[in-house]
């Protein structure tokens, strides 16, 4: 029983840890902009690139165990990372008619998020030599 928990309790301890490191975004990046919710983008970038460099680490090494990749993956960039926010902050825009925004703020996301995740697989392929 104890060992079915303990990827429960990878993912919740990660889970915790990535979620306070979203709000901490937020709160670092709410004095920069009033119509960017840039906290949301940068945890959206930070965490693909993360996601990326661990998946790369995971499929190329045995340096990443399953029961870490549950922590960090699905835990803490799960975590930290938000598609919730990311809609209900692109509602807003489009809301309150900001279509240029709205549209901006998604590609920005999109775009940044995919550049993001293969900028994490290129440096651990560097590293890695």
């Given at each position: 029983?104890?060992?079915s928990l303990m990827p429960l309790l990878y993912v919740g301890a990660g889970g915790f840890i990535g979620a306070?490191?979203?709000y901490l975004a937020s709160l670092a990046t709410a004095?920069?902009?009033m119509t960017i919710p840039y906290g949301t983008l940068i945890s959206n970038g930070l965490g693909c690139f993360a996601i990326?460099?661990?998946a790369a680490l995971a499929v190329e090494t045995?340096?990443?165990s399953p029961a870490a990749r549950l922590f960090l993956a699905t835990g803490i960039c799960g975590?930290?990372?938000t598609m919730?926010?990311?809609v209900y902050e692109l509602a807003q825009y489009l809301?309150?008619?900001q279509f240029l925004l709205g549209a901006i703020y998604f590609g920005a996301t999109l775009v940044g998020s995919i550049l993001m995740f293969y900028a994490g697989s290129v440096l651990v392929a560097l590293i890695r030599g």
């Open positions: 029983m104890a060992q306070v490191l979203r004095g920069f902009s990326g460099a661990l045995e340096a990443v975590g930290f990372t919730s926010s990311f809301r309150s008619d």
